[in-house]
């Protein structure tokens, strides 16, 4: 038998381990519907009780998606999560939202820094069917190649408004920059806080719906771990447009500090305004204005 490192994560209920799914392996284009348990950690953010974006959990009380869901809809008492299933069908429980945290350098216009932090208002009673996923270790690295998954209920093409009931899963390859820094594709839009993903000839991409689900990768060991959060793109699935992704392990300091205390995310924040006010964004590597 393998061994397999588990990542235990700790809480007043159970000890759950994160990035490790019990279901067999089976807005995503060209997908296939999900199998139940597959992604645990699959979250379907509401707003006025309609869904809006896709998140990750990543502890009982917080999950991660992506900034520009919150751009015109920021009241947080008509946000919910729906969690622990992967079909949206009406009677599922949902789970009130007490905080949600955009990271300060989130920059509308070009979707630079495109990470979000939400606090529930309860911690999550975790269970093999509701359970987190990991983060990148500190030191890792992104490599072009690789090959992860998608996940979500975003529409399967750009030219449909009907979301599916049950989320759809569909593999992709993590993309070299400079294929997707290519005049013909997104030219220099793609800043050090992105990556693009799909397969080479189009076909599999996120589409609307998607956003701030979660890109995930899997480990030899058999750990999946959150790398990318579904931020942008042209159009679904097309050749030359691969789906673009916010890069976890380029700011997972912010998510750390965020998630261990308002100081310590308010401190870090001061930190990198600092930076930008003495070096400037494109200076100091924190990307366009």
């Given at each position: 038998m393998m061994n397999v490192k588990v990542h235990?994560?700790?809480?007043c209920n159970a000890s759950v381990a994160c990035g490790l799914p019990w279901g067999p392996a089976s807005r995503v284009v060209g997908g296939s519907v999900a199998r139940p348990g597959r992604w645990p950690w699959l979250l379907s953010l509401h707003w006025a009780g309609s869904h809006r974006c896709g998140g990750s959990l990543l502890t009982e009380n917080w999950l991660l998606t992506a900034a520009h869901?919150?751009?015109?809809?920021?009241?947080?008492?008509?946000?919910?999560?729906?969690?622990?299933?992967?079909?949206?069908?009406s009677g599922n429980p949902r789970f009130k939202v007490s905080r949600i945290l955009c990271h300060p350098l989130y920059r509308p216009s070009s979707k630079d820094f495109d990470l979000a932090l939400v606090q529930l208002a309860q911690p999550l009673n975790l269970t093999d069917a509701m359970a987190p996923v990991?983060?990148?270790?500190?030191?890792?690295?992104?490599?072009?190649?690789?090959?992860?998954?998608?996940?979500?209920?975003?529409?399967?093409?750009?030219?449909?408004?009907?979301?599916?009931?049950?989320?759809?899963?569909?593999?992709?390859?993590?993309?070299?920059?400079?294929?997707?820094?290519?005049?013909?594709?997104?030219?220099?839009?793609?800043?050090?806080?992105?990556?693009?993903?799909?397969?080479?000839?189009?076909?599999v991409d996120s589409c609307q719906g998607d956003s701030g689900g979660p890109l995930v990768c899997q480990e030899a060991e058999g750990v999946w771990r959150v790398v990318g959060v579904t931020?942008?793109?042209?159009?679904?699935?097309?050749?030359?447009?691969?789906?673009?992704?916010?890069?976890?392990?380029?700011?997972?300091?912010?998510?750390?500090?965020?998630?261990?205390?308002?100081?310590?995310?308010?401190?870090?924040?001061?930190?990198?305004?600092?930076?930008?006010?003495?070096?400037?964004?494109?200076?100091?590597?924190?990307?366009?204005?």
């Open positions: 235990k994560f700790s809480s869901c919150f751009k015109r809809h920021s009241d947080v008492r008509l946000w919910s999560v729906m969690a622990g299933t992967l079909s949206r069908r990991c983060l990148p270790p500190p030191g890792w690295v992104l490599q072009p190649g690789m090959n992860c998954w998608i996940s979500g209920w975003g529409t399967e093409n750009e030219a449909s408004l009907v979301l599916p009931w049950r989320a759809r899963e569909a593999r992709v390859q993590v993309l070299q920059d400079s294929h997707c820094r290519r005049k013909e594709v997104y030219r220099q839009r793609l800043t050090d806080r992105m990556f693009c993903a799909g397969q080479p000839h189009g076909g931020s942008w793109g042209q159009g679904c699935g097309l050749p030359e447009y691969p789906g673009v992704y916010s890069r976890i392990d380029k700011m997972l300091n912010w998510v750390h500090h965020a998630m261990d205390g308002l100081s310590g995310g308010a401190w870090l924040t001061k930190r990198l305004q600092q930076h930008v006010d003495h070096a400037g964004l494109e200076e100091s590597g924190f990307g366009p204005e």
